[in-house]
């Protein structure tokens, strides 16, 4: 719809004397999640920034991996972007149509995979951010709603939606796309996309956008952990309305609003979300 941990390995061994030498070996990330991440920085950082990749599309990314060190402090920081399930295996999506409730079991799948990384990295007792920007928000919101708040230290949320129009994700679901004009007006195709991926990749989002995360997420009590930034004339997904901003105020979530579009909301608000959520500041 649209696109942290140092470890320590203690051996004690022993000598003539009661004294024990203890040697510090830092870990190196174990193959199976190396599998599911194309990653930058030292392996035994302390800090773990987790990208969920947007899109959708059906191939892994390195560009945001990339430019988040080009553009930011990384000291003591491994960057890390997971792989969803139609990046690790696209073929199903080349083909032919995916059905709406296969996409909905692929997402499932990708939650899954970011769970797996996440959980990784912060059961080795690092700190671990996790950004989630457009088609990332949505999944980054379904982390939360199903494996709980408390699974990362603190999140960057931006260009997303808690409550998607009808309209427009059950377009997304058949494989149309659509608009929002002047991020409120909801403007969905009438004929679905011509190439079949491209059909694929709406029945993803759909498979996200169907659900009501005011509703998903109401149970919490404390959303503060979340920096949530949208745009108020967002074209790709609208913008927040009241009663999602409500929500997340309740939360005591961190709110940024900005004035542009749905590129314009991300350029613009980039460097103050990444201060504001993870305490990281440009180089």
């Known amino acids: 719809m649209y696109t942290t941990v140092l470890i320590l390995s203690l ?22 999640i190396k599998d599911l991440i194309y990653f930058k920085g030292d392996e035994d950082a302390p800090i773990v920034l987790i990208n969920v990749q947007s ?9 945001e991996v990339d430019e988040i060190f080009q553009t930011f402090d990384t000291t003591d ?47 080795q007792g690092r700190t671990v951010y996790v950004l ?6 949505f999944v980054t919101q379904d982390l939360i709603a199903k494996k709980g708040i408390d699974v990362a230290d603190k999140y960057l949320i931006m260009a997303g939606r808690l409550d998607m129009e ?5 377009a997304f679901s058949e494989g149309r796309a659509g608009y929002f004009e002047n991020g409120t007006n909801p403007i969905p195709d ?4 011509m190439d079949v991926i491209d059909r694929n990749l709406n029945r993803l989002a759909a498979g996200f956008a169907m659900n009501r995360y ?20 967002d074209q790709a997904v609208g913008r927040l309305t009241t009663s999602e901003i409500e929500l997340l105020q ?33 180089q």
Do not use: R
């Not at 022993?14 to 190196?28: F, G, T």
């Not at 009438?190 to 996309?193: G, R, Y």
């Not at 509703?215 to 745009?231: A, H, M, P, Q, R």
């Open 132 to 137: 989630g920007i457009s088609f990332g928000a």
């Open 190 to 193: 009438q004929e679905p996309e």
């Open 77 to 123: 920081l491994l960057a890390v972007n997971v792989h969803q399930a139609q990046t690790l295996n696209p073929s199903p999506f080349e083909n032919d149509d995916i059905t709406f409730n296969q996409a909905i079991n692929f997402n499932s799948e990708s939650v899954e995979m970011l769970y797996k990384v996440v959980n990784y990295f912060k059961n």
């Open 55 to 63: 899109g959708p599309d059906t191939e892994l990314s390195t560009g």
């Open 214 to 233: 005011t509703e998903l997420l109401d149970s919490f009590n404390d959303l503060s952990s979340i920096t949530y930034v949208y745009g108020e004339v």
């Open 250 to 282: 309740s939360k005591n979530t961190n709110i940024i609003t900005g004035s542009g579009d749905h590129d314009q909301t991300i350029n613009d608000f980039i460097t103050q979300g990444f201060e504001e959520a993870f305490g990281i500041s440009l």
């Open 166 to 170: 009808t309209v427009m994700w059950e």
């Open 11 to 32: 051996f004690f061994i022993s000598c003539d004397s009661d004294d024990d030498i203890i040697i510090d070996e830092p870990l190196e990330i174990s193959q199976d």
